[in-house]
């Protein structure tokens, strides 16, 4: 799942950071050469080590003269200054001689300065420049719509561009930024079982309507979500309102079958409002605790059955509408979702088919354009093949 973006992305990282890296050494020797500089040669340092020497002999000696004088009690004036004045010189002398000596190579400071140069790394801003373009074609080629892709290079260039690094820590650094970009893209869903307990205290049926274009997978979402629920101890009951496509209300009826859920249908061509509504009467009189209405699917563009889901939603006031779309479908599920989403406003997102999606941005493209939270994602053709859908996980998948 979702492998080609993972892929990219390690690769994308991986040659910025060597771009950074060498970047940053080749600076780092420029300021090695350029510390280098400021050492005297080793034969004028000899030299002037040599007077340094003779001077520092020359007033030890008269510090002795000074001191037998004292000794002998010849105390005047000038010879206390002469004193003061040579241990203060002498002080001095000893100060520069320690400064110098550590800026030799090999002394620990310049030593420690020269390698704190290498260990860091930044990326400069023209360097991510000259990347942010390969970035933004690898998200595109991976499902990730445009504007999704144009605000992530933009995002990633503020975190990134002058951030110090550690060598060795560049390249997870880039990973973990990529990471909370997606997570401030990505929300995570609320706790859908605590809001259907929540609902059933008051005697009340949660219900969920599923929507999208053919094909998609709502049908088999449906009956995969009943089990899901029904492992939790919620009692489901199916409502057959796809009432349009041949086939739909016994494809539907054999899930309810095969796991022992009950279906409520009409006949094909009957309106599916009325199919929702009789389902939710059934629900209350029997304490049933959710409704799951399946509906016929439709085209985005097709403004008549997008307005038929409107009286759906007015009729049987579902507590969420979700949108049914395929994972590796990319800008079209965009498209569909952001249509679903302005005629009936929906509340949420499932991903089917992650299975065969080996790109992966779709749930970065339909999360953005909705800001609405991702269920769950479809990892299947059995009943199990169904994963809660975590943004923590979901960035963990993707290598970041
Ligand atoms: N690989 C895979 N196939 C799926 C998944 N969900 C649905 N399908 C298949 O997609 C096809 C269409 O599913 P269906 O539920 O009939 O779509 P509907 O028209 O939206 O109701 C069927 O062959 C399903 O088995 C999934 O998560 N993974
Ligand atoms: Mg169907």
Known sequence: MFAKLKEKLKDWTK???KKAEETSKKESKKEKEKEKAKIPSVSKKAEKKEQKKEEKEAKKEKKAEAKILKELNIETEKYEENLKKLEE????????????????????????????GINKVKVSEKEYDDYSEELENILLENNVALEVAERMVLDLKEKLVGREFLKKEVESGIKSLFGDIIGDILINPPDLLMEIKGKNINSNPYVILFCGINGSGKTTTIAKVANYLKSKNISCLMAAADTFRAASIEQIKEHGNKLGIKVISHDYGSDPASVGFDAIQYAKKNSIDCVLIDTAGRMHTQ???????????????????????????????????RSFNEAIGIDGIILT?????????????????????????GTGQEYNDIEPFNKNKFIEKLGL
């Open 353 to 377: 088919k992650a299975d065969i999606d080996e790109k992966g941005g779709t749930a970065l493209s339909v999360g953005y354009v909705t800001k609405k939270p991702i269920f769950y994602l």
């Open 89 to 116: 010189e002498t002080k001095k002398e000893e100060e520069l001689e320690e400064e110098e000596e550590e800026r030799k190579p090999g002394s620990k400071s310049f030593f420690q300065r020269i390698t704190s």
């Open 15 to 17: 040659n910025i950071t």
């Open 303 to 337: 403004k008549n059955l997008l307005r038929e889901m409107e009286k759906i939603v007015k009729v049987c006031k579902p507590d969420k509408k979700l949108f049914i779309g395929e994972s590796i479908t990319g800008n079209d599920a965009v498209e569909q979702v």
